[in-house]
Structures are given as structure tokens and as C-alpha cells.
């Protein structure tokens, strides 16, 4: 086993132990860790969970958008004042479970610093711009896509016409809060939203999508994770 030490005293490492993702079915780690009462095992999100991060991987849907925001409820509830950090790596998905993730972020009291690492595109990226002002952070080699609202009709036509109206509807207000979370104009957005649009970190910077862009974690305590940001810099 490879010990390490906790933020407490406590050791914990991994002893070639997983358990199966419930959503993907992939093999996730376990973290046993010594304590002064014994030994607890944890799965490595869960353990992690603990230092206050939360991870939004893959589609975003119905399902994950339950764990996420029960997470981030739980953390409010443990501490209201603590920053946490959502880590996402993400092709994007369904609206609604997005606005879920989104409406939660906003509606809790911890602040919530978002860190794109791989990709944030469509609904990724738009939890991505949604972080807490200048604690939103892309990894150097992340990719960011931004586009329109897509989705399909069928039936009678004026079923068609009732979910066009409401996919423009959604279009017009996805616009609105990106205008507000990057400071671009309207029009500057309705461009960029009009067909994929893909930034390096580096662009997404720039465009407002992200406050910074970071190679390595700081080393400075006043810029790292000081105010117990999940480890996510400031």
C-alpha cells in the first residue's frame, strides 16, 4: 500500500483495491485510510468529495446531474462558507440536466470555482463559464466548444412549431447568461453561438469563458488553496 498524509494526521493509500462506477461501469479506486479508529475505505470521488471537489465527466443527463447537485447541496451543508471546486471534462448533453447543475450552482452559498481539464463544450462549457468570477480555470491543452441548442421534432406540425418556439426560447436565454458571465455583446455571442465554435484555453480566456489558465497548480499559499478552495487556485 502507498500511504500519504491526510490533511488531519490520518494516512490513507490505495491497495489495488476498485469498486464499479454505478453510471459508466468503470473501474474507480479505492482509498483505504488509517485513522485513529481503524481503517476506512472510500472510493476515490468520495474521498475526494471530502476535500470539497466534485467532478462533472461525461454526458451531461438526468442521472448525473442528480449526484452533482445532491453534491453540492451536501457541501453547502457541511460548510456554507468553504469554496468548492468542480472539475470538468465534458462533450456536453441534455439542457435541462445542465440548467439543474447551473441553477444549484448559483443557489448555494459556498462559492464554486470551475477548472476545465480535456474538454468543456456545449452545456460543459457553459457550466464552465458559470463559476464563480475570477476562480474559472482551463488547463493549457483543454478544449472549449460553444454552440446553439440543438434538438429534434416530430408529429403534427403544430407539435413542430410549439418545440421550435421553445428551442428558440431556450437559445435566447443560454445567450443572455452568457453575455452575463463573459462580457461579451449579444451580437458577439450570437456569433460565436451560431455554429460550433472551438477555443484553446488560452481563446476561452480571452472570450471570457475562463478568468485564468494555469500549466501547474501555484505554489504561493495566497494564490493556491489557502481559503480551502478544493485545491483549486484562486
Given at each position: 500500500m502507498i500511504d500519504l498524509l491526510g490533511d488531519k494526521g490520518e494516512t490513507f493509500g490505495t491497495q489495488g483495491q476498485f469498486t464499479r462506477d454505478p453510471l459508466t461501469g468503470a473501474l474507480v479506486p479505492v482509498v483505504v485510510e488509517q485513522t485513529s479508529r481503524g481503517?476506512?475505505?472510500?472510493d476515490i470521488f468520495s474521498r475526494l468529495l471530502r476535500e470539497r471537489i466534485v467532478f462533472v465527466?461525461?454526458?451531461?443527463?438526468d442521472g448525473m446531474a442528480s449526484l452533482i447537485t445532491a453534491q453540492l447541496l451536501f457541501?453547502?451543508?457541511e460548510n456554507p462558507s468553504k469554496p468548492i471546486s468542480m472539475y470538468i471534462n465534458s462533450p456536453g448533453g441534455v439542457v435541462t440536466a445542465g440548467m439543474a447543475i447551473?441553477?444549484?450552482?448559483?443557489?448555494i452559498k459556498p462559492r464554486v470555482s470551475t477548472v476545465c481539464m480535456g474538454q468543456a463544450a456545449s452545456m460543459g462549457s457553459f457550466l464552465l463559464a458559470a463559476g464563480e468570477p475570477g476562480m474559472r480555470i482551463a488547463l493549457p491543452n483543454a478544449r472549449i466548444m460553444v454552440h446553439q441548442p440543438s434538438g429534434g421534432a416530430r408529429g403534427m406540425a403544430s407539435d413542430i412549431e410549439i418545440q421550435a418556439r421553445e428551442i428558440l426560447r431556450i437559445k435566447a436565454r443560454m445567450n443572455d447568461l452568457y453575455v452575463k458571465?463573459?462580457?461579451q455583446s449579444l451580437?458577439?455571442?450570437e456569433r460565436a453561438m451560431d455554429r460550433d465554435t472551438f477555443l484553446e484555453a488560452e481563446e476561452?480566456?480571452?472570450f471570457g469563458i475562463v478568468d485564468k489558465v494555469f500549466e501547474t497548480?501555484?505554489?504561493s499559499e495566497e494564490e493556491g488553496d489557502a481559503e480551502g478552495s478544493g485545491g483549486a487556485p484562486e
Amino acid at each position: 500500500m502507498i500511504d500519504l498524509l491526510g490533511d488531519k494526521g490520518e494516512t490513507f493509500g490505495t491497495q489495488g483495491q476498485f469498486t464499479r462506477d454505478p453510471l459508466t461501469g468503470a473501474l474507480v479506486p479505492v482509498v483505504v485510510e488509517q485513522t485513529s479508529r481503524g481503517e476506512r475505505s472510500f472510493d476515490i470521488f468520495s474521498r475526494l468529495l471530502r476535500e470539497r471537489i466534485v467532478f462533472v465527466t461525461g454526458q451531461v443527463e438526468d442521472g448525473m446531474a442528480s449526484l452533482i447537485t445532491a453534491q453540492l447541496l451536501f457541501l453547502e451543508s457541511e460548510n456554507p462558507s468553504k469554496p468548492i471546486s468542480m472539475y470538468i471534462n465534458s462533450p456536453g448533453g441534455v439542457v435541462t440536466a445542465g440548467m439543474a447543475i447551473h441553477d444549484t450552482m448559483q443557489y448555494i452559498k459556498p462559492r464554486v470555482s470551475t477548472v476545465c481539464m480535456g474538454q468543456a463544450a456545449s452545456m460543459g462549457s457553459f457550466l464552465l463559464a458559470a463559476g464563480e468570477p475570477g476562480m474559472r480555470i482551463a488547463l493549457p491543452n483543454a478544449r472549449i466548444m460553444v454552440h446553439q441548442p440543438s434538438g429534434g421534432a416530430r408529429g403534427m406540425a403544430s407539435d413542430i412549431e410549439i418545440q421550435a418556439r421553445e428551442i428558440l426560447r431556450i437559445k435566447a436565454r443560454m445567450n443572455d447568461l452568457y453575455v452575463k458571465y463573459t462580457g461579451q455583446s449579444l451580437d458577439e455571442i450570437e456569433r460565436a453561438m451560431d455554429r460550433d465554435t472551438f477555443l484553446e484555453a488560452e481563446e476561452a480566456q480571452k472570450f471570457g469563458i475562463v478568468d485564468k489558465v494555469f500549466e501547474t497548480r501555484p505554489e504561493s499559499e495566497e494564490e493556491g488553496d489557502a481559503e480551502g478552495s478544493g485545491g483549486a487556485p484562486e
